[in-house]
């Protein structure tokens, strides 16, 4: 029997490549115009790191992470509790106080695959660790849309306030007790939530729980004043940035570290509403892992999602990788001075290809199209001898001349000027 990959683990193939390729770079790009530095960190991590920053109530921690039971250690679902755990253990405040970090690497959680939802999936993760004013909150949400438009994507930014430890431990208890008189409305799910993690009912979406929400008590109409404040100071330098946004006071994200802003850009091209990126604000987290009592607020993009996006709006297939020359030595004498030449060409910068098999003219040239060869120098045994090559532009079908004389290196000098020359 054949093997195969695991369900919701997938290959990316060279076809689909150019297009992760594009958007990693664009993130790099972008993010380190924002002043942000990459970190890279383990794959695995102690449980209890993620039990104590995502919250052992959430649907994470409760049922989709990949553990080793025997060991203590699971695989990250998510980057934001490695960050921080990096930047606790190295002090990495006491060298810069404000840290700008980003990380771009897979994520695993056990969750039922289907379009755009992965098992092994993969996160563009941005966070600023060290500065709580709400002009940062809204340069970290413009450096996110800055990267989806210069994607060329369109999608919708939603915005909400998850308070603090002052207003929300009052407002939770509102709300369970208003669940709590809805209880035969709920879903069993929400039932269990209305005491485990009562601010999850808010964003269920089954219709019947969806109604009790539109009822239920706003968070952001019981704020404390110094999140109010903080609220709709993000609100202004927003639009003074001009990125629209729209308040959805039903978002509460999945993950337990939040406070006060959060948000999430939204798509409905991917089927039912999916988020491409969500973050958000998490000002006790540090301190709750045994750090300096610092703010820090990010955002994670699934790569996935974006792809698929990119395909999906944009529709423009991606330029295949295409090699400058390919080399069609013909007859035993010329393969190697041409593999040779190859070598050199390669020495000196050009994306070479050369076929060792010694097949046919006809069956090089099929192939140096297949690998989208702009040129094929065609050496034959009598070209070869008399100290010459044929250049072929494989678009026109034009054929020049070419002298293979002097070193080789001067060959592979000469040959990189003309190709400029030609395509100049
Ligand atoms: P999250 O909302 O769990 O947040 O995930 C962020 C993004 O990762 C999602 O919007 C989605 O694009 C992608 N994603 C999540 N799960 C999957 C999956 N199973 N398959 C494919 N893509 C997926 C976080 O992870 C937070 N750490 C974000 C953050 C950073 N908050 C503050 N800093």
Sequence with gaps: MKIQAINGFKDILPDSIGRWQLIEQRARDIFERFGMQEIRMPILEKTELFVRSIGSATDVV?????????????????????????????????????????????????????KGRLRQFHQLDAEIIGAAEPRIDAELIAMGQMLLDELGL???????????????????????????????????????RTHTNPLRVLDCKKPACRAVAQEAPSLLDVLCPDCDRHFQEVRQALTELGIPFRINRFMVRGLDYYTRTTFEFLTTDLGAQAAVGAGGRYDGLIEQLGGPALSGIGFAMGLERLALLMEQQDGRTLPASAMDIFLAALGGTALAPCSQLAHSLRQQGAKTAIDYSGRSL?????????MNAR????????????????????RTQEQHSFALTGSVT???????????????
């Design 62 to 114: 409760e049922k989709e992470m990949y553990t080793f039971a025997d060991k203590g250690i699971t695989m990250r679902p998510e980057a934001t509790a490695s960050i921080m755990r990096a930047f606790i253990e190295h002090g990495l405040h006491v060298q810069q106080p404000v840290q700008r970090l980003y990380t771009i690497g897979p994520m695993f959680r056990h969750e039922r695959p289907q």
């Design 375 to 394: 040129y094929t120098l065609i050496v034959g045994e009598d070209e070869w001898m008399r100290g010459e090559g044929i250049l072929r532009n494989m």
């Design 410 to 424: 001067e060959q592979a000098r000469r040959l990189i000027d003309v190709l400029r020359t030609m395509a100049a």
């Design 362 to 370: 006809k069956a090089q040239l099929k192939q140096a199209g297949r």
């Design 154 to 192: 369109t999608v919708s930014l939603e915005l909400n306030s998850l308070g603090c430890p002052v207003c929300r431990p009052p407002f939770k208890e509102r709300l369970v007790a208003f669940l709590e008189q809805q209880t035969d409305s709920l879903c069993d799910d929400c039932k269990r």
